[in-house]
């Protein structure tokens, strides 16, 4: 099988971005504000990380933003080439944000926390360009919209790879010691992640090259 995509998340620099793409990275995770989690950056400073990425690496700005005005003035203002929607939005905003940013690529977070996410899946899949499977909880007061490090049920996940016929991208706790399986078990088009390739921090070569290294091998 091919080797999956993988999204390095949570990159605080253009040294960062650098580093990631140069490990394999096909794709960037830029966090804008958000009400809890890790990668938290200015908008200025994800601008001027997008700018620096070279094609054909996407950049994926994280908007925890739920109306399409807001989030179509984020994308603007930051410049990547691909929205990531942490939670959920308001009905008409996938069709609106279409129609103003014509080739910025929409993709919709699901959070897994029950078999209820398979059929929220089959309903938005002609809405957006890909899904990214993640282990938040928008549910709680002070919502967890991704960065958790926590495994979900990926047989649930492996059900909306089968159904939706769109890209999926798998997130939640992957680790070089576990993505060999995650890949086995689910078969998503790409997997991201952020913890799991840093220290103290900081994004880490040595983490890097590991998990590059297991996927790679996953593929094989």
């Given at each position: 099988?091919?080797?999956?995509?993988?999204?390095?998340?949570?990159?605080?620099?253009?040294?960062?971005?650098?580093?990631?793409?140069?490990?394999?990275?096909?794709?960037?995770?830029?966090?804008?504000?958000?009400?809890?989690?890790?990668?938290?950056?200015?908008?200025?400073?994800?601008?001027?990380?997008?700018?620096?990425?070279?094609?054909?690496?996407?950049?994926?700005?994280?908007?925890?933003?739920?109306?399409?005005?807001?989030?179509?003035?984020?994308?603007?203002?930051?410049?990547?080439?691909?929205?990531?929607l942490v939670d959920r939005v308001d009905e008409d905003a996938h069709g609106a944000i279409r129609r103003a940013l014509p080739a910025v690529k929409i993709v919709q977070v699901l959070h897994v926390t029950d078999a209820d996410v398979i059929e929220e899946a089959r309903e938005l899949a002609g809405a957006v360009d890909a899904f990214l499977l993640d282990s938040g909880n928008p549910n709680l007061a002070v919502k967890e919209l991704g960065g958790t490090?926590?495994?979900?049920?990926?047989?649930?996940?492996?059900?909306?790879?089968?159904?939706?016929?769109?890209?999926?991208?798998?997130?939640?706790?992957?680790?070089?010691?576990?993505?060999?399986?995650?890949?086995?078990?689910?078969?998503?088009?790409?997997?991201?992640?952020?913890?799991?390739?840093?220290?103290?921090?900081?994004?880490?070569?040595?983490?890097?090259?590991?998990?590059?290294?297991?996927?790679?091998?996953?593929?094989?």
């Open positions: 099988m091919a080797r999956p995509r993988v999204k390095i998340c949570c990159i605080m620099s253009v040294a960062e971005a650098r580093m990631a793409v140069a490990a394999g990275a096909s794709a960037l995770g830029l966090v804008g504000r958000m009400p809890s989690g890790p990668g938290v950056i200015a908008d200025a400073l994800i601008a001027e990380i997008a700018a620096a990425v070279p094609p054909p690496v996407a950049t994926f700005l994280l908007t925890s933003e739920t109306q399409a005005d807001a989030i179509i003035d984020h994308v603007r203002r930051c410049g990547t080439n691909t929205v990531q490090g926590r495994v979900h049920d990926w047989a649930l996940s492996r059900r909306i790879v089968e159904l939706v016929g769109r890209p999926v991208f798998l997130a939640g706790g992957l680790r070089p010691e576990n993505v060999q399986e995650a890949v086995a078990r689910v078969r998503p088009f790409g997997v991201d992640l952020c913890s799991s390739v840093r220290s103290d921090g900081s994004l880490d070569v040595d983490k890097l090259a590991a998990f590059f290294g297991a996927i790679n091998h996953a593929a094989a």
